[in-house]
């Protein structure tokens, strides 16, 4: 039976949880290690981790507040908490709890650190939640984002898929209401994600611009990587022969950009951004 609290986004992950972050790329653990750096989390620290999902920000935060501090992570997907909470038993002070990235459980508080990587532009509304964020940010606190750039690997890759999905699933390309940006295109335009964070109170942002290869061992690879995240919900709309089509276009795409080193992957551009009251 589906959790009628959980959206789809959510529902598509708590499918993926068991091998989410768990295939051997370097990519979410990655990027939330660079999270907690930038973010100078420190000894006896409270921090809070939104949309936790295998603890790529939690375990690091945790291990960076030590004994004295406290890592709260929190996901919609219970399979991901559960299965992060398992992960993490022989952690003290690190604790995952089930609660909505847009509406964040009312006991929790504030933080001395809010942290949230590749969450904010699943949101349907990312100012809003930008703000929403801020009230669990002590005073003196900070927020820490990792958010997508644009980057021409990573673009002609969605591109494709985008195309594909549009032409073999007979599904609208997903876009802004009345030529409106998506949300994913808000998150990742600098200008608009400094504005939000200014809006809900940050006056000191720094950012780190981060081009990461992501490298897979060859097409398996990237295939169990698909299905273990967020593209999970691209794959579960064709029928079989339609994914298998789909597969040689995106191998296809990434035999013709591979790495320098001549490795199969590609590139993508992240921005960590650390607004501080």
Request: aromatic share 8%; glycine share 8%.
């Amino acid at each position: 039976m589906t959790d009628p609290e959980m959206t789809e986004h959510a529902a598509t992950f708590d499918r993926a949880a068991p091998t989410y972050d768990r295939v051997g790329v370097e990519f979410f653990s990655t990027f939330g290690r660079m999270l907690v750096d930038a973010a100078e989390v420190g000894p006896g620290e409270r921090v809070l981790d939104v949309g936790t999902g295998r603890g790529a920000v939690l375990g690091p935060a945790a291990t960076a507040v030590g004994p004295t501090g406290h890592a709260v992570g929190v996901d919609l997907a219970p399979t991901m908490v559960a299965l992060t909470s398992a992960d993490l038993d022989a952690v003290p002070q690190a604790t995952v709890r089930r609660g909505d990235a847009t509406a964040l459980p009312t006991d929790l508080g504030t933080f001395d650190a809010v942290l949230s990587s590749m969450v904010l532009f699943f949101t349907d509304d990312p100012a809003a939640t930008v703000a929403h964020w801020a009230e669990h940010v002590a005073p003196g606190g900070r927020l820490g984002l990792v958010t997508f750039l644009a980057d021409d690997d990573d673009d002609r890759f969605r591109d494709l898929t985008r195309r594909w999905m549009r032409d073999a699933a007979d599904t609208p390309t997903p876009s802004g209401i009345d030529g409106e940006p998506t949300p994913f295109e808000l998150v990742r335009d600098p200008s608009w994600l400094d504005q939000a964070l200014a809006n809900a109170g940050f006056t000191n942002v720094h950012a780190t611009v981060v081009r990461h290869a992501t490298r897979f061992d060859d097409a398996e690879h990237w295939w169990d990587w698909a299905w273990s995240n967020g593209m999970r919900a691209t794959l579960e709309r064709l029928d079989p022969s339609a994914r298998q089509g789909f597969r040689d276009a995106i191998v296809s795409e990434l035999d013709a950009q591979r790495l320098p080193d001549g490795g199969m992957g590609l590139h993508v551009s992240i921005r960590i951004t650390i607004a501080r009251r």
